[in-house]
């Protein structure tokens, strides 16, 4: 009988993952007791891997406080997993096209579970303007960039999705009961479009579509977003939905999914 995967885990290894995957945008410095407890490790134990990781540059400590942050080869490493990731390679022209066209902020997201995280995106040169954070895991219910992926994502995993991570509130506008969420999941599956309205953030809507593969496969999706002074209903439908979408279908299309395919 074949072993798991599991079978093979180094714990050494395994821990090491576990301190830098505790660093998040909220705690971007992190002590030794903090990281103990958090991790529910020795301090001894800590303090040894974290010495491990600030020798091969992964982490870097504060010499004044004494906490800890990611280092540079944490960045460096991520570096080239976007470099080589193919769907932001053949994004990145177009998302800088579409954020010169509509002069708002243009971003790329995937779904990773219940969450939908930035990986590219282009700013505006507006004054006033909507930035998100690479990397950032946010809900994918309450964005555009993650329903207009939900929305093709089969039935039953959603229903296990939902079962495991609940959709929650996070702004009075948020669609967050599951028989709502689907209905407007279905509707979005239709227009192959979603609407953000102030639904992740208040005075904040945003527009996005998806983007296939060559296999057909919902991979990620493109849109913009910004201002709702100035990302009026009115000029998302009219103006900056059609934009959006012809983006992604730009990028579909270098993917290799056929022009042809309903």
């Given amino acids: 009988m074949k072993k798991a995967k599991s079978d093979y885990l180094i714990q050494s290894v395994s821990r090491a993952l576990d301190i830098l995957e505790a660093f998040t945008i909220g705690q971007g410095e992190l002590g030794v007791t903090e990281l103990s407890r958090k991790l529910k490790l020795h301090k001894n134990n800590v303090f040894r891997l974290l010495a491990t990781l600030e020798t091969r540059g992964y982490v870097e400590q504060d010499r004044d406080i004494g906490s800890y942050r990611l280092g540079m080869k944490t960045f460096e490493v991520a570096s080239v997993f976007l470099h080589h990731l193919g769907l932001v390679k053949q994004s990145r022209p177009t998302l800088e096209q579409l954020a010169r066209e509509t002069d708002e902020t243009a971003s790329l997201g995937i779904l990773e ?14 004054p006033v303007r909507v930035v998100p954070h690479l ?13 207009v992926q939900l929305a093709f994502r089969p039935q039953e995993e959603l229903e296990e999705l939902w079962k495991r991570d609940e959709p929650v509130t996070v702004t009075p506008r948020t669609l967050a009961g599951v028989s709502r969420l689907a209905e407007e999941l279905a509707r979005v599956a239709e227009q192959e479009l979603a609407l953000e309205d102030e639904e992740f953030e208040l005075g904040v809507r945003g527009v996005a579509a998806p983007v296939r593969d060559y296999a057909k496969r919902v991979v990620g999706a493109l849109g913009v977003r910004g201002p709702a002074s100035r990302l009026t209903l009115e000029r998302l439908g009219s103006e900056l939905a059609p934009r959006v979408r012809a983006a992604a279908q730009q990028v579909s299309k270098r993917l290799g999914y056929p022009a042809t395919s309903a």
């Avoid at 579970?113 to 507006?126: A, H, I, K, Y």
């Avoid at 990397?135 to 329903?147: D, E, N």
Wanted: glycine residues 12%.
């Fill in 135 to 147: 990397g950032r895991r946010v809900p994918a219910h309450a964005t555009a960039l993650g329903k």
């Fill in 113 to 126: 579970g219940p969450s939908v995280v930035c990986v590219d995106m282009v700013e505006t040169t507006q």
